[in-house]
C-alpha cells in the first residue's frame, strides 16, 4: 500500500477528528540536528506550500472549494476545525517516505521552520555553543593578548602614526602633549578611585620654535572667482615675499639653488624631517622568553599568602624557607646547602642582610634568629613578639619585624637590647615590610587593609593610606623615582596603587583582575613586575608610568606567593603553592654594565658540592 497516492477523504459530519494511525512501515528515517524534519504536533496549525508531492494541486483545488463555500454561507467554528485537522491528518500520511529503504529523502518546502528538540543531546550542543569550530556558533579570531609581540609592535606603529600625523598638519607649532593618565605627576582626588587630576603646579613646555609670523598685509577677504582660492608657500620663502606662492625658483650668487631637501623639489608626500623620523631605526621590542629556564622542587613551600619565605642575597645565594628547616642555593654553581632546621618550630621568614652575608630567619613561635651564612652558624635568637614573624627588612644594621601580634619591632643587631623601637598602629597582622634605604622610610602593610609610612625610627606613622580594600603585603619603593612607593591589594582588591611618600598622595592604580601577592622593580628599566594569586596565578611585567603590559607568564598551578630578583636584576625567582621555584629571565642588562658584574662575590660562591 502507498500512502503517497492516497486521496483526501470526502468532507463528512464527524463529532471529532479521529486520531490516525500510521502503518508500521511509516518510520521516518533518522535525521542529523541540523536537518530536522518532524512535523508539527496534531494541535498546532500550520500552513505548508508543498510543491514536490503527488497530488498538492488537486488537495488545492479541493480546499480552495471547500473554503469558498464555507466563506459563501457563513464560517462555521466547529466545521472548520474538522476540516482542518483532516487536511493535517491527510498531509502527515502523504508526506511519509515510500517503503522503500533506498527511496530519496523528500526535500521540505516552506516559508518557515519550526526546529524540533526531539533527537537532540541539548548537553552536548551547549557545550559546543562557544567553542572554536562549532557549528552553533561562528568561528572568531580569538583577542590578541595584551603583552604579545605583534601587539607590541602595533602599538609603536600607531605612536609613529600619530606622530607624523602631528608634525605635518601642525609642525612644530603644537607641543607634544601627554595623557594625564598616563603622566605620574597625575593626582587622585584623595580616595580610592580612579579619578585622575592634572597636577596645575606644573608648567607645560613651550614649543621650541615659534609659529611663523604671518606677513601683515595678507587680511581676509573673499576671494574672486577668477582666482585661486588657495595658495602655498614654502615657510623658509615666507618672508621674502607678500603672498604665498613663490614666483621663481630660489637663486644664489653660483646660480640656481638645487638644495635636494628643499621643499620645492621634494617628491615624498611628508616633509623631510619626517621622513628622517621614518627612515630613523627602530628598536624592537623585547622578547620575554615565556618559559622558565630553570625549575627547582621545593617541598614543603607553605601556601600561605601572609609569609615571605624566598629571598635572594647581593651574594647571588637564594635562601628559601621549607617547613621547619631553610635551605641555600648558590646561584654560580647551582649547589644547595641546608642552613639549618629548627626544633619543634617553623620558618614564616627570611630575609639578608643587604651585604649578603647573614640572614634574619622569623619563626611561628615569634623568634627571630640571626645566621651567619658563610660559617652556617646562629649568632643570635631576638624575642618579643608573641605570635608569628611573617615579614622582615633590613636597613644596614636595623632589622625590622613584623607579626601576627599586630607590632613592629626596630632591631639594633649591634646592641644586646631585644629590641630598641616598637611601632603600634596595625589592627591585624603586619604581612608586608619594605625598607628605603635612600630616604629612610619604612613602608607597613597589613591585613587591616592599611599601608602605613614610617619616617627613620620614629614611632608614629608619616603617612597613612586606607586605598585598598583586602590585605595588602605586596610592597615595593622604585630605584629610579624618589618617594614612589607601590602596594599591592589581596582579593577583594587586586589593585596595584602608587603613592609618593614625599606629599602623602596617590599618583596612579590600575586594576589587575587578581589577588596581588607581590612586587618588584626593576633595577635595570623603569618596570615592575608583580605575582599574582587567585585566580589567574600569573606573572606580569608593566611598563611605568603606562602600566601597559610587557608580557605575561604562566606555569605554576597555585598562587604565585613569593618572588624574588637577583642582583644583578635580570633573572627573576618565583615560588607557588605547587611547591616548585621557577627562574624567569625577564630583564636585561643596565646600559654600561658589563657581562659578569653584580653577580655576587665572597665565600658564599665557592662553595663545593654538598654531602
Not at 627602530?282 to 614543603?300: C, G, I, Q
Not at 644594621?397 to 632591631?411: K, P, Q
Not at 614611632?459 to 590585605?471: C, G, I
Amino acid at each position: 500500500m502507498t500512502l503517497g497516492t492516497q486521496s483526501a477523504p470526502a468532507p463528512m459530519s464527524l463529532p471529532a477528528p479521529l486520531p490516525v494511525k500510521r502503518p508500521a512501515n511509516d518510520i521516518s528515517p533518522i535525521r542529523s540536528p541540523s536537518r530536522i524534519a518532524t512535523p508539527p504536533p496534531p494541535d498546532r496549525v500550520r500552513l505548508q506550500a508543498r510543491s514536490n508531492l503527488d497530488g498538492s494541486s488537486s488537495r488545492a483545488s479541493r480546499r480552495s472549494a471547500r473554503f469558498g463555500r464555507a466563506s459563501a454561507s457563513g464560517i462555521d467554528p466547529e466545521s472548520l476545525s474538522r476540516a482542518l485537522s483532516r487536511e493535517l491528518s491527510t498531509d502527515r500520511r502523504d508526506s511519509a517516505p515510500a517503503a522503500s529503504p533506498m527511496g530519496k529523502r523528500r526535500r521540505l518546502d516552506a516559508d518557515r521552520f519550526i526546529p524540533s528538540r526531539s533527537g537532540q543531546d541539548l548537553q552536548a550542543s551547549f557545550s559546543l555553543l562557544h567553542e572554536e569550530g562549532s557549528p552553533a556558533s561562528p568561528s572568531r579570531r580569538r583577542p590578541t593578548p595584551h603583552g604579545e609581540l605583534h601587539f607590541q609592535k602595533t602599538e609603536e606603529a600607531n605612536r609613529t602614526y600619530q606622530n607624523l600625523l602631528r608634525a605635518e598638519l601642525f609642525d612644530n607649532t603644537i607641543p607634544q602633549m601627554t595623557p594625564t593618565t598616563l603622566s605620574p605627576n597625575a593626582n587622585f582626588a584623595g580616595s580610592s578611585h580612579s579619578t585622575r587630576v592634572h597636577d596645575p603646579t606644573r608648567s607645560q613646555t613651550p614649543p621650541s620654535n615659534p609659529p611663523p609670523a604671518i606677513p601683515t598685509n595678507i587680511t581676509p577677504s573673499t576671494p574672486h572667482p577668477h582666482k585661486n582660492l588657495f595658495k602655498y608657500m614654502s615657510p623658509r620663502h615666507l618672508h621674502e615675499a607678500g603672498h604665498l606662492t613663490p614666483s621663481r625658483t630660489p637663486q644664489s650668487r653660483h646660480g640656481p639653488n638645487l638644495d635636494t631637501r628643499s621643499e620645492l623639489y621634494s617628491l615624498s608626500p611628508v616633509r623631510y624631517t619626517s621622513q628622517q623620523m621614518l627612515l630613523s631605526p627602530r628598536r624592537p621590542p623585547r622578547a620575554v622568553s615565556k618559559v622558565p629556564f630553570k625549575v627547582l622542587d621545593a617541598p614543603e613551600l607553605a601556601d600561605d599568602f601572609y609569609l615571605n619565605l624566598v629571598d635572594w642575597g647581593s651574594a647571588n645565594v637564594l635562601g628559601v624557607g621549607l617547613g621547619s628547616s631553610v635551605y641555600m642555593w648558590n646561584a654560580h654553581s647551582s649547589r644547595v646547602n641546608k642552613l639549618c632546621t629548627l626544633e619543634d618550630d617553623t620558618v614564616t621568614s627570611v630575609s639578608w642582610i643587604q651585604k649578603g652575608t647573614h640572614i634574619a630567619i622569623g619563626t611561628g613561635k615569634g623568634m627571630v634568629q640571626i645566621w651567619d651564612a658563610e660559617k652556617s652558624r646562629r649568632l643570635r635568637t631576638m624575642t618579643g613578639h608573641t605570635a608569628r614573624v611573617g615579614s622582615l627588612a633590613w636597613n644596614t644594621h636595623i632589622l625590622t619585624s613584623g607579626s601576627r601580634d599586630r607590632h613592629i619591632y626596630h632591631r639594633d643587631v649591634r646592641a644586646p637590647d631585644q629590641w630598641i623601637k616598637k611601632l603600634v598602629g596595625h589592627k591585624q597582622e603586619v604581612c608586608g615590610l619594605k625598607w628605603n634605604s635612600e630616604d629612610g622610610q619604612l613602608a607597613s602593610g597589613g591585613n587591616d587593609n592599611k599601608l602605613m609610612v614610617w619616617d627613620k625610627l620614629l614611632e608614629t606613622p608619616l603617612w597613612k593610606f586606607s586605598d585598598h580594600t583586602a590585605a595588602v603585603k605586596a610592597l615595593a619603593w622604585s630605584p629610579h623615582q624618589r618617594g614612589l612607593l607601590a602596594s599591592g591589594g589581596g582579593t577583594a582588591d587586586r589593585r596595584i596603587i602608587f603613592h609618593d611618600t614625599v606629599k602623602g598622595t596617590v599618583v596612579n592604580d590600575i586594576d589587575t583582575g587578581s589577588q596581588v601577592c607581590n612586587l618588584s622593580w626593576s633595577k635595570n628599566s623603569n618596570e615592575i613586575v608583580s605575582t599574582h594569586g587567585y585566580s589567574q596565578n600569573q606573572i606580569v611585567v608593566w611598563k611605568y608610568p603606562s602600566m601597559s603590559q610587557v608580557v605575561s607568564l604562566t606555569g605554576h598551578t597555585y598562587r604565585v606567593l613569593y618572588l624574588a630578583m637577583s642582583p644583578d636584576g635580570r633573572t627573576v625567582v618565583t615560588g607557588a603553592g605547587d611547591e616548585t621555584l621557577r627562574f624567569w629571565s625577564i630583564f636585561g642588562r643596565r646600559h654600561g654594565q658589563r657581562e659578569g658584574s653584580d653577580s655576587g662575590s665572597g665565600r658564599l660562591s665557592d662553595w663545593a658540592t654538598i654531602r
